[in-house]
């Protein structure tokens, strides 16, 4: 693995935010022996790094964002991200796919939203590391004066932000490192960049899971919902708990240092949704949610929900 997306590109970087104040510092340390049950890292094994990473970035303790990554064919991940994203895959080989379907449902929401929906804000929160598609280049080939915040509180998606920050001059694209768990913070950040009292579409692709307490999570997505205003969307996809092998290796994901990841229910992932009119064709799996039109005729069956609701 190693060859994959050029997270390089240079934009119009607007700002990147953080709420406590103060930027990032890079320094260049990298020492580490990465293991996990036993299995070790060592010097000889053929793992692709993306070089040098910045001090402040532990890789000796497997990432979410960097799991994902390495699952998206990406290349900004450390040998025991590989370690860990090849254990899962191996206990539970559709995983790449649900990472790239869950993509591709990301794509299709963003369209709709900026096409269909009128939507010209967004908030995406745990955005993950720069990929083929971010949101704000989707959202901006439909309309270009689309506005974007990005939230996340990885280290390392804060050293790429400026890939996320090529927004388009009619538009604006900004950078808030922050947690999930302070929807305030995120809401007060995301004011210098969005208009709160104008519709914004809240994008939470792959995040809840990280929130281990269902009603605890339910209640994050609602505070963030109070401060936007009627006619705002959530746009949400999740893993569930519907196949053995997605919960046996997520089980395994979870033992291995990394923050937890918890399946739901696909009730539990319509559950988000209370409150909210739900938008053709509800909650369903995420390779059904308004799929592109396929010549083969093909739906992979997939551990994975998505919906897309409007606030009346
Ligand atoms: C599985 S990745 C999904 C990335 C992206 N949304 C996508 O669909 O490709 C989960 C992301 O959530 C971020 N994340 C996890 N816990 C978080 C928290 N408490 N606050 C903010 N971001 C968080 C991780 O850093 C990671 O980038």
């Given at each position: 693995m190693g060859a994959g997306f050029d997270v390089g590109a240079q934009g119009r970087c607007r700002e990147i935010l953080r709420p406590g104040g103060g930027r990032s510092s890079v320094g260049l340390e990298f020492a580490y022996r990465p293991s996990w049950k036993g299995i070790s890292v060592t010097s000889s094994d053929s793992f692709a790094t993306p070089g040098e990473p910045p001090s402040e970035i532990d890789t000796s303790v497997p990432h979410s964002a960097r799991i994902w990554n390495y699952w998206l064919g990406g290349k900004d991940n450390y040998p025991i991200d590989q370690l860990i994203g090849n254990q899962v895959r191996d206990t539970y080989p559709d995983i790449v796919f649900a990472a790239q379907a869950s993509r591709h449902y990301l794509a299709r929401a963003v369209r709709y939203l900026a096409g269909e929906a009128g939507i010209r804000q967004f908030l995406d929160v745990g955005t993950g590391l720069?990929?083929?598609?971010?949101?704000?280049?989707?959202?901006q080939r439909q309309a270009p004066e689309c506005r974007i915040a990005y939230v996340d509180n990885d280290p390392l998606v804060l050293v790429h932000a400026n890939a996320l920050l090529t927004s388009t001059p009619e538009g604006a694209c900004a950078y808030i490192e922050a947690d999930l768990k302070d929807p305030d913070t995120i809401l007060s950040a995301a004011a210098g960049t969005l208009d709160l009292s104008r519709p914004v579409a809240l994008i939470l692709n792959g995040?809840?899971?990280h929130v281990a307490d269902t009603a605890e999570a339910h209640g994050i997505v609602r505070r963030l919902l109070d401060g936007l205003p009627s006619g705002s969307y959530l746009s949400l996809s999740d893993g569930t708990d519907t196949s053995e092998a997605s919960v046996q290796a997520h089980d395994e994901y979870n033992e291995s240092g990394a923050v937890p990841y918890n399946l739901r229910s696909p009730e539990e992932i319509a559950g988000f949704f209370d409150g909210l009119e739900l938008v053709e064709p509800g909650v369903v799996p995420f390779t059904g949610w308004r799929p592109d039109p396929d010549p083969f005729g093909s739906q992979q069956e997939?551990?994975?929900y998505a919906g897309v609701g409007r606030k009346p």
């Open positions: 720069p990929t083929a598609d971010n949101t704000h280049e989707i959202a995040i809840m899971g997939i551990d994975g």
